[in-house]
Protein backbone atom coordinates (compact mmCIF):
# COMPACT_ATOMS: atom_id res chain seq x y z
CA UNK A 1 0.00 0.00 0.00
CA UNK A 2 3.16 2.50 1.25
CA UNK A 3 5.00 1.41 -2.20
CA UNK A 4 1.53 2.31 -3.99
CA UNK A 5 1.35 6.01 -3.15
CA UNK A 6 5.05 6.33 -3.21
CA UNK A 7 5.10 5.78 -6.86
CA UNK A 8 1.48 7.77 -7.03
CA UNK A 9 3.49 10.81 -5.52
CA UNK A 10 6.45 10.20 -7.88
CA UNK A 11 4.04 10.31 -10.76
CA UNK A 12 1.88 13.32 -10.01
CA UNK A 13 5.29 15.10 -9.15
CA UNK A 14 6.47 14.99 -12.44
CA UNK A 15 3.13 15.39 -13.91
CA UNK A 16 2.69 18.23 -11.95
CA UNK A 17 6.17 19.91 -13.05
CA UNK A 18 5.08 19.17 -16.84
CA UNK A 19 2.05 21.17 -16.19
CA UNK A 20 3.66 23.76 -14.62
CA UNK A 21 5.97 24.22 -17.34
CA UNK A 22 3.56 24.14 -20.15
CA UNK A 23 1.43 27.13 -18.69
CA UNK A 24 1.93 30.13 -20.33
CA UNK A 25 3.75 33.02 -19.01
CA UNK A 26 1.71 36.22 -17.20
CA UNK A 27 4.32 38.54 -17.97
CA UNK A 28 6.37 40.03 -15.22
CA UNK A 29 9.15 38.57 -13.11
CA UNK A 30 11.47 35.90 -14.35
CA UNK A 31 9.38 34.95 -16.99
CA UNK A 32 10.52 38.33 -18.96
CA UNK A 33 13.58 37.86 -17.84
CA UNK A 34 14.40 34.95 -20.04
CA UNK A 35 12.41 35.70 -23.09
CA UNK A 36 8.79 35.08 -21.95
CA UNK A 37 7.61 38.58 -22.27
CA UNK A 38 7.47 38.64 -26.25
CA UNK A 39 4.59 37.62 -27.72
CA UNK A 40 4.16 34.25 -29.15
CA UNK A 41 1.74 33.69 -32.14
CA UNK A 42 1.87 29.95 -31.35
CA UNK A 43 0.44 30.79 -28.26
CA UNK A 44 -3.20 28.75 -27.49
CA UNK A 45 -6.92 30.05 -26.88
CA UNK A 46 -7.94 30.99 -23.50
CA UNK A 47 -10.21 27.83 -23.69
CA UNK A 48 -7.02 25.27 -23.84
CA UNK A 49 -5.51 27.57 -20.58
CA UNK A 50 -8.68 27.46 -18.68
CA UNK A 51 -8.53 22.87 -19.08
CA UNK A 52 -4.49 23.65 -18.75
CA UNK A 53 -5.04 25.35 -15.35
CA UNK A 54 -8.01 22.76 -14.13
CA UNK A 55 -5.67 19.57 -15.12
CA UNK A 56 -3.25 20.84 -13.09
CA UNK A 57 -5.54 22.00 -9.81
CA UNK A 58 -6.70 17.82 -10.06
CA UNK A 59 -3.55 16.66 -10.26
CA UNK A 60 -2.31 18.93 -7.44
CA UNK A 61 -4.88 18.00 -5.30
CA UNK A 62 -4.06 14.35 -6.12
CA UNK A 63 -0.34 15.27 -5.31
CA UNK A 64 -1.86 16.65 -1.89
CA UNK A 65 -4.11 13.69 -1.36
CA UNK A 66 -0.80 10.98 -2.11
CA UNK A 67 1.17 12.86 0.70
CA UNK A 68 -1.46 12.81 3.13
CA UNK A 69 -1.90 9.26 2.50
CA UNK A 70 1.76 8.60 2.92
CA UNK A 71 1.88 10.84 6.30
CA UNK A 72 -1.13 8.47 7.56
CA UNK A 73 0.26 5.12 6.62
CA UNK A 74 3.91 5.74 7.60
CA UNK A 75 2.43 6.81 11.38
Known amino acids: ?3 GFSIALVVFSLLLMLLVLMHK ?4 GLSDMF ?3 MQS ?8 ERN ?6 VI ?11 SLLTK
Open 41 to 48: SVGGSSVA
Open 52 to 57: LDRITM
Open 35 to 37: GGG
Open 25 to 28: GKGG
Open 60 to 70: GLLWFASIIAL
Open 1 to 3: MIM
